[in-house]
């Protein structure tokens, strides 16, 4: 019985604390509810007194809950009332806030500015500047597409832009691809073919380039001298004396007159030649149609006429001869002190006797053209720093720059031998080896003809001669 009771007693106590727990967390419960029924009422109430008039401006706001009447303070008739004056704004001020926006978004849509015509040539100088580029042909191919997607006619020039672009970021494969769909569309011109043929040229592709100038020849009837002068440089650079040849042949059948630009090609044609394997006569025949002795100068481009390339002037003195001798022509530069130490020990009657040298010696003289170039780029430089240049009368300006030149002097000589060889002529350039040498020979008996730059009894190509004697050229023909 004790034991019963006392268990009876506990599971009394239990129930007791069970029902003060469960108490309060039922009040909290009904607490929680009223509260949130109150919150809600008053929210309900502050949206029924904020809600704009719908009626004419001319009218009260009727109350929906005349309960609410004493709780809410509603605006005084006069809020709802507008004045009519003007209509149109008045109508605005009264919309809702959601009304205002919407008007606001649509109002500007009436007063579109309508759509710019396309522009062509806009787009071809974007082209052509992200061709200029390495890394742009993604923009250069975009701004092709949009222009044959506006409708637009593609022209040649649209074409190159993306030949060059090609080329600039180092996809001659792509380059040759874009080329053809140029052709099958018609639209390859002179100017596509000049720029991947100077695309091949440095990587040693020459039988390609060598098909595309004789495309060139078939589909491009009558072509610029500006085309011919691009690749004339291009032959130059890389020495190729017979394809030059054969460009020039082509320039005489079509007709095409030269420049003085071509006159500069051509004179670089023929000294950066080594290892000739044309006939001096048929050299010649080709070659003597051009005047090297004019001194004009293109003052827009600022190219210089080359005087007489030594190489040409020995070939027309062996012509005239039919000899079997050696006819040998040396022009030597450098400085005008060097120039006169080696006057100096060609005097000696040892080196007199072994050259041939009767007539005697000449002085040394200026390089002419070496002063033209330089007076140009000091004058281009005056006119970056100054538009007034030296604010001094034009003539005396001019006659003050006449006086600034190169300090590149030369001396030549001229002997006969019954050999290409000139030994001493090595043992002179290591005697001087600040003096550039250029030994040319033409042998008429042979047929044959030949040419050399050497320093320092070392040969040299003719970029580490111009190097060497610190030569300055033009822009154009760098």
């Excluded at 991947?196 to 060139?216: N, S, W």
């Excluded at 000696?348 to 780029?377: M, R």
Aim: proline share 4%; aromatic share 8%.
């Amino acid at each position: 019985m004790t034991m019963t009771s006392s268990s009876f007693m506990s599971f009394e106590f239990d129930i007791q604390a069970l029902i003060r727990r469960s108490g309060a967390d039922m009040a909290m419960f009904f607490f929680a509810m009223l509260a949130y029924w109150v919150l809600q009422r008053v929210k309900t109430r502050s949206a029924l007194g904020k809600t704009p008039c719908k009626e004419s401006p001319d009218q009260e706001c009727p109350s929906d809950h005349p309960d609410d009447i004493l709780d809410i303070q509603t605006p005084p008739p006069q809020a709802c009332k507008v004045d009519i004056k003007p209509i149109q704004i008045n109508a605005v001020q009264h919309q809702p806030k959601a009304e205002q926006g919407r008007v606001a978004q649509t109002h500007p849509k009436r007063h579109v500015a309508e759509k710019e015509p396309f522009n062509v040539q806009a787009h071809l100088s974007s082209m052509r500047n992200y061709a200029a580029s390495r890394n742009s042909i993604k923009e250069t191919l975009q701004e092709f597409r949009s222009i044959e997607q506006s409708g637009e006619s593609v022209t040649s020039a649209m074409w190159n832009s993306c030949l060059q672009a090609w080329i600039n970021c180092g996809n001659i494969w792509a380059a040759e691809n874009c080329l053809d769909q140029a052709k099958e569309a018609g639209l390859a011109d002179a100017t596509s073919f000049v720029i991947l043929v100077k695309a091949l040229v440095p990587i040693g592709d020459l039988e390609k380039a060598r098909t595309l100038v004789e495309e060139m020849k078939e589909k491009v009837p009558s072509p610029t001298v500006a085309t011919f002068d691009d690749l004339l440089l291009c032959f130059a650079r890389a020495g190729l004396l017979s394809d030059g040849i054969c460009l020039l042949k082509h320039m005489h059948e079509v007709g095409a007159q030269p420049a003085q630009s071509t006159l500069c090609a051509i004179a670089k044609l023929l000294n950066g030649a080594r290892f000739i394997q044309e006939k001096c006569t048929d050299m010649w025949q080709v070659l003597s149609k051009y005047d090297f002795d004019t001194k004009a100068i293109d003052e827009i481009s600022q190219r210089y006429p080359f005087e007489l390339p030594r190489l040409l002037a020995v070939i027309s003195t062996a012509t005239a001869i039919q000899s079997k001798i050696c006819f040998h022509d040396v022009e030597i530069k450098g400085s005008m002190a060097g120039i006169k130490a080696l006057r100096e020990t060609l005097a000696q009657p040892d080196f007199s006797k072994e050259l041939c040298i009767s007539d005697g010696l000449a002085n040394g003289q200026h390089d002419a053209h070496q002063d033209n170039v330089k007076n140009a780029q000091v004058a281009a430089a005056l006119r970056c720093v100054s538009k007034q240049g030296l604010r001094l009368p034009w003539n005396l300006e001019e006659a003050m720059l006449q006086y600034l030149g190169s300090n590149i002097h030369f001396l030549r000589l001229k002997f006969e031998s019954n050999s290409i060889r000139a030994t001493v002529l090595d043992g002179l350039s290591c005697l001087y080896p600040r003096l550039g040498f250029r030994h040319c020979w033409v042998k008429p008996s042979f047929g044959s003809c030949g040419q050399r730059t050497f320093s320092n009894g070392e040969e040299i190509d003719e970029s580490s001669f111009n190097r060497h004697i610190n030569a300055a050229y033009s822009k154009e023909m760098n």
